[in-house]
């Protein structure tokens, strides 16, 4: 069974930082999610990626299959990017959910 | 991209009652539609796997009896919690995928389901 392990589990900033999350897993993977949930509870899908970079607008997400690891990045994070985010991995079993960063950006 | 709706996004029952949560594949046919669970400060759980036209596959410990999924078309599943108990309350997020496999998968908003 694949682990997947969030760093940092809480991440407080101030408005305008660079912010980066870290995903790491144990097994191969096909694909990897990085969802948004917001404090309400609505899931929103960032990106779905298998390989090298994906930007969309402030937010980019790159994964490294060698490594086991992915990354999604914040550029000029604003209040609104407070959020829960979770890493999904896509294994031979279905898919298995990270804990989760909640992130908190201060104005 | 493709879009995932749930409907409703929120909603309070009565204990003893059944509720019906509805997900659908906007702009693509879901040949296969996914069913999580997150309790409060807890990662999505996997409850069930419907494929369009036959039964639900349930993950271990899901009674199929109390959350009843049908997934009668290529756009539309349902999930009905029956005789619904305050322990039933939770954030019920479906995910649906036009694939065999389990990596193109579109996820709903989510539903917040409080039983009173």
């Known amino acids: 069974k694949n682990e997947v392990e969030q760093s940092p589990q809480n991440l407080t900033a101030q408005e305008g930082e660079f912010i980066t999350i870290n995903c790491s897993y144990s097994v191969g993977i096909s694909a990897l999610h990085w969802l948004q949930q917001h404090p309400g509870g609505g899931i929103v899908s960032l990106f779905m990626?298998?390989?090298g970079k994906k930007k969309h607008g402030r937010l980019i997400a790159t994964i490294n299959i060698q490594e086991k690891h992915s990354s999604l990045h914040i550029t000029a994070s604003h209040p609104r990017d407070s959020a829960v985010y979770i890493c999904?991995?896509?294994?031979?079993?279905?898919?298995?959910f990270g804990k989760g960063t909640h992130l908190i950006i201060q104005p | 991209g493709a879009v995932v709706s749930q409907h409703p996004s929120r909603v309070i029952c009565k204990s003893g009652t059944s509720v019906k949560i509805e997900c659908r594949s906007l702009d693509f046919q879901a040949t296969t539609m996914f069913w999580y669970r997150q309790f409060p400060k807890q990662s999505l759980m996997l409850m069930a796997t419907?494929?369009?036209?036959?039964?639900?596959t349930y993950e271990q410990g899901v009674e199929k009896d109390k959350f009843l999924i049908n997934h009668a078309s290529l756009t539309l599943s349902t999930l009905t919690v029956t005789s619904a108990h305050p322990e039933d309350s939770s954030f019920y997020i479906c995910?649906?995928?036009w694939g065999l496999g389990r990596g193109e998968q579109y996820f709903g908003p989510g539903t917040r389901l409080t039983v009173t």
């Open positions: 990626l298998s390989s």
């Open positions: 999904a991995v896509v294994g031979a079993d279905g898919l298995t």
């Open positions: 419907s494929n369009e036209g036959s039964k639900a």
């Open positions: 995910s649906a995928s």
